[in-house]
């Protein structure tokens, strides 16, 4: 990675600017919802979009040229596990027999308040190289680890949501915690980091069996208190979990029951997977307005299950896509819409380009209360964007010299290309990270 230039007051990028104006709808390739503006300037003043030009804006501004490069909104990672870089790509388990062999064991080390800020730095660091600007974020049970995350995220400028993992049962030593600790350190934390720069805090409950049902209603008492806080946690990835949880807790009607009658679903709460969940789940969440962060490349690899996204989508769930590392197995959202394509295909369902690109920018903007920042190239937002190149070696240039119009041009964009394509990463105006010539 070359070394960084300082941030200009009047920047002007050059390139392919896309983003979405709405919501796509299911199916559909020629879609209005669909902002495409080839050949044109994204004017930034500060660290905010300040308009877009046709035409060069002249010698007030700081111009690069990205001429014949694809110019998006940065990337938002609605799910995803900062200390499980250490383990992606491990082989040969399912969902809990993955968290005992692999990642609790990689979680313990981030007790260590060095371990803890180092991983955060490379976490962080692999995000942007991946043209992720923004993200919700799982860190350890160890205050330590949140700390981290929240202060090398400041210093990145980056919009990021984290919180300390609450766990007081069915986890090993050194990873368990108890009610009332945990309240005091997620007290302290908020304090400290929630709403500082463009940090958030999450009430981040690790799923239903790590957490006693005392320990739930304490967080559901967070939730209520603060209605700017978020939740994050996860829900029905896996058959025998969703089985467990039920032993667990024999007087929810389901799993997501087990969390709705504590108070931890609102408009922020971020559940990943749900994959096994029925009609009345989904009627939940849309009223609720909880949203699903659908992780296509985890469920693959860990064998979770196909989820259904047109199904939650009509029954009126707010949906965004995430990358889950370490179960998935790349930060890269390319590599994840394209897993994504190919869990619908296997429902006999097609995801477009469109729907799934949204899901990753203005939908997951929308659906994180936060659509006003950042998404999209909207006036005044928070200039999050990222630089790409339409292809990269033989056989991609080769498909897009064939591409006879937009959306089959994106679709093998998002089928082909992966962190190799990208070019800059801005984080409210500023460069954060630059391919190396």
């Known amino acids: 990675m070359t070394a960084l230039p300082p941030a200009a007051d009047r920047l002007a990028l050059r390139g392919d600017l896309l983003d979405f104006t709405g919501t796509p709808a299911w199916g559909r390739v020629d879609d209005p919802a669909v902002r495409f503006r080839p050949d044109h300037w994204l004017l930034v003043e500060g660290s905010r979009?300040?308009?877009v030009s046709a035409t060069d804006p002249g010698d007030?501004?700081?111009?690069?040229?990205?001429?014949?490069?694809?110019?998006?909104?940065?990337?938002?990672?609605?799910?995803?596990?900062?200390?499980?870089?250490?383990?992606?790509?491990?082989?040969?388990?399912?969902?809990?027999?993955?968290?005992?062999?692999?990642?609790?064991?990689a979680e313990q080390r981030y007790a260590d308040p060095l371990v803890a800020q180092a991983g955060a730095e490379r976490f962080l660091d692999a995000l942007l190289a991946h043209g992720t600007t923004a993200a919700v974020v799982y860190p350890t049970v160890h205050k330590v680890s949140a700390d981290a995350l929240f202060d090398a995220a400041a210093r990145r400028g980056m919009r990021l949501i984290t919180g300390k993992v609450l766990m007081d049962r069915h986890a090993p030593d050194g990873l368990r915690d108890d009610v009332s600790?945990?309240?005091?350190?997620?007290?302290?934390?908020?304090?400290?980091?929630?709403?500082?720069?463009?940090?958030?805090?999450?009430?981040?409950?690790?799923?239903?069996?790590?957490?006693?049902?005392?320990?739930?209603?304490?967080?559901?008492?967070?939730?209520?208190?603060?209605?700017?806080?978020?939740?994050?946690?996860?829900?029905?990835?896996?058959?025998?979990?969703?089985?467990?949880?039920?032993?667990?807790?024999?007087?929810?009607?389901?799993?997501?029951?087990?969390?709705?009658?504590?108070?931890?679903?609102?408009?922020?709460?971020?559940?990943?997977?749900?994959?096994?969940?029925?009609?009345?789940?989904?009627?939940?969440?849309?009223?609720?307005?909880?949203?699903i962060a659908h992780?296509?490349?985890?469920?693959?690899?860990?064998?979770?299950?196909?989820?259904?996204?047109?199904?939650?989508?009509?029954?009126?769930?707010?949906?965004?896509?995430?990358?889950?590392?370490?179960?998935?197995?790349?930060?890269?959202?390319q590599r994840t819409l394209a897993d994504g394509y190919k869990v619908q295909a296997l429902n006999g369902q097609r995801l477009?380009?469109?729907?799934?690109?949204?899901?990753?920018?203005?939908?997951?903007?929308?659906?994180?209360?936060?659509?006003?920042?950042?998404?999209?190239?909207?006036m005044d937002t928070l200039a999050d964007v990222c630089i790409w190149d339409w292809a990269h070696g033989t056989v991609a240039d080769h498909r897009l010299s064939l591409a006879r119009e937009l959306h089959?041009?994106?679709?093998?964009?998002?089928?082909?290309?992966?962190?190799?394509?990208?070019?800059?990463?801005?984080?409210?105006?500023?460069a954060r990270y630059r391919r190396s010539p």
């Open 49 to 51: 979009v300040v308009g």
């Open 181 to 291: 600790e945990a309240e005091r350190d997620c007290r302290a934390l908020i304090e400290r980091h929630h709403g500082r720069d463009r940090l958030a805090y999450a009430v981040t409950v690790r799923f239903a069996p790590t957490s006693t049902p005392e320990q739930l209603a304490m967080a559901g008492r967070l939730c209520r208190e603060d209605a700017s806080l978020y939740m994050q946690t996860h829900v029905a990835e896996n058959r025998s979990e969703v089985d467990w949880v039920a032993r667990l807790f024999p007087d929810a009607r389901s799993y997501l029951d087990v969390y709705d009658r504590v108070g931890l679903l609102h408009p922020r709460s971020v559940l990943a997977h749900g994959i096994w969940l029925d009609d009345q789940d989904h009627a939940v969440l849309a009223r609720t307005g909880a949203q």
């Open 60 to 105: 007030g501004w700081q111009r690069e040229d990205h001429q014949g490069r694809l110019i998006l909104p940065g990337f938002i990672d609605t799910h995803v596990h900062s200390p499980q870089l250490d383990v992606i790509a491990s082989y040969g388990t399912e969902l809990l027999d993955w968290l005992n062999t692999y990642t609790f064991p």
């Open 295 to 333: 992780c296509p490349s985890s469920n693959l690899f860990l064998g979770s299950g196909l989820f259904d996204w047109p199904r939650a989508q009509a029954a009126g769930v707010r949906l965004s896509v995430a990358s889950d590392v370490g179960g998935g197995t790349s930060l890269s959202t």
């Open 408 to 430: 089959e041009k994106v679709f093998a964009w998002i089928t082909l290309s992966d962190e190799r394509n990208l070019v800059a990463s801005y984080v409210a105006g500023r």
């Open 352 to 378: 477009t380009a469109w729907c799934g690109l949204h899901a990753a920018t203005l939908g997951a903007s929308q659906a994180l209360g936060l659509s006003e920042e950042i998404g999209h190239f909207g």
